[in-house]
Antibody, heavy 119, light 106 residues
Framework: EVQLVESGGGLVQPGGSLRLSCAAS????????MTWVRQAPGKGLDWVSG????????YYADSVKGRFTISRDNSKNTLYLHLNSLRADDTAVYYC????????????WGQGTMVTVSS | AIRITQSPSSLSASTGDRVTITCRAS??????LAWYQQKPGKAPKLLIS???TLHSGVPSRFSGSGSGTDFTLTITYLQSEDFATYYC?????????FGGGTKVEI
């Protein structure tokens, strides 16, 4: 079964840091680009960052550029998102998703992990 | 960044109805537009990619059309399990962007 499982969310103070993980199973992880999408409470979907299958190319939304870093460990079938200089408006459920061959859409999603930025 | 205007933001419908949701992009996308369905407390699910290609397992009552800047998601004969929020997403240009969502309510 193709599955993505996020972890690492929690409560963090403004200016703090966090590392999210996304464990993949059931597919050739290193073959596929991956992405992070977030959703603030009661709000819509917001694309955050993407990474190629090899990890050699990365992409970021302007709102997180310079603060968040996406990475992957293909030997561990795991995707990461390092969140630094967190702000209250980063509070959201963070989803990882798989990008199929042929287009930057998101065909498999994890269940999400909640990040709350508050003092 | 490409802006996606999705309308309406919400609509009321009944089972058996035909529902249409539209997305308008601030610049041409060719056919690089996808549609997702999200139910409360759940992750989104991919319905349609390339503006009109139904994803595996998605019922045929869902259909997509359009190209360039104007796109439509149509649900014919609405079922109870279709009450959800729907989002469009452009993947023509980074940064990838979503429409604001349409909540389909009973």
């Amino acid at each position: 079964e193709v599955q993505l499982v996020e972890s690492g969310g929690g409560l963090v103070q403004p200016g703090g840091s966090l590392r999210l993980s996304c464990a993949a199973s059931g597919f050739g992880f290193s073959t596929y680009a991956m992405t992070w999408v977030r959703q603030a409470p009661g709000k819509g979907l917001d694309w955050v960052s993407g990474i190629s299958g090899s990890g050699g190319s990365t992409y970021y939304a302007d709102s997180v550029k310079g603060r968040f870093t996406i990475s992957r460990d293909n030997s561990k079938n795991t995707l990461y998102l390092h969140l630094n200089s967190l702000r209250a408006d980063d509070t959201a459920v963070y989803y990882c998703a798989k990008i199929p061959a042929g287009g930057d859409v998101f065909d498999i999603w994890g269940q999400g992990t909640m990040v709350t930025v508050s003092s | 960044a490409i802006r996606i205007t999705q309308s309406p933001s919400s609509l009321s419908a009944s089972t058996g109805d035909r529902v249409t949701i539209t997305c308008r992009a601030s610049q041409g996308l060719s056919s690089y537009l996808a549609w997702y369905q999200q139910k409360p407390g759940k992750a989104p699910k991919l319905l349609i990619s390339a503006a009109s290609t139904l994803h595996s397992g998605v019922p045929s009552r869902f259909s997509g059309s359009g190209s360039g800047t104007d796109f439509t998601l149509t649900i014919t004969y609405l079922q109870s399990e279709d009450f959800a929020t729907y989002y469009c997403q452009q993947y023509h240009t980074y940064p990838l962007t979503f429409g604001g969502g349409t909540k389909v309510e009973i």
